[in-house]
C-alpha cells in the first residue's frame, strides 16, 4: 500500500476522512470525476442524493480495480454536490458508508467536498475525482 492516512496532532479529526495522505508508490493514478452512471451508462438513484454518491465512489473501485488498484490507495478526493448545503451530509455519509460496505472498506483519504450550481446532466447530483498512487 503506497498510501498512508494521518490525523496530525494540532489539527481537528474529522471522521469522513483523514487531513494529510502520504503517498510513498511510483504510479500516479488520476481518475475523472465520476458522476451515477452504471456501466451502461444509465444515471443511478434519479433524485436520491445517497444512492448518486455510492455509484460515484463503486465507479472510482471499478476504475481502481481496473489499474491494480483499490480505495486503500487513493490520496485525495474532490466531490462537487449540485446545491449543497449542510443538511445533505446524512444523505452523503449515507452514500459513503453503502459504498464502503460493498468495497470492503472504509474510504477516507483527504477530501475536498465543493457545492455547485450544477454538473454536465441535471439529473446528476453529485461527481466524485480521485488521485492515487500505486506501488
Known sequence: ???TLVNPSGL?????YRQVSVATGS??????????WDAQGVTVGK??????VEQCYLNIGTALA????????VAKLTVHVVDWTPDKMPAFLDGVARAAAKLGGTPVPPGTLLG???LDVPEHLVEVEATAVLD
Open 27 to 36: 504510479k500516479l493514478v488520476h481518475i475523472a470525476g465520476q458522476v451515477a
Open 1 to 3: 500500500m503506497a498510501i
Open 116 to 118: 455547485v450550481a450544477a
Open 47 to 52: 433524485g436520491d442524493l445517497a444512492a448518486q
Open 66 to 73: 481496473a489499474v491494480g488498484g483499490s480505495f486503500d490507495d
Open 12 to 16: 481537528p479529526e474529522i471522521d469522513a
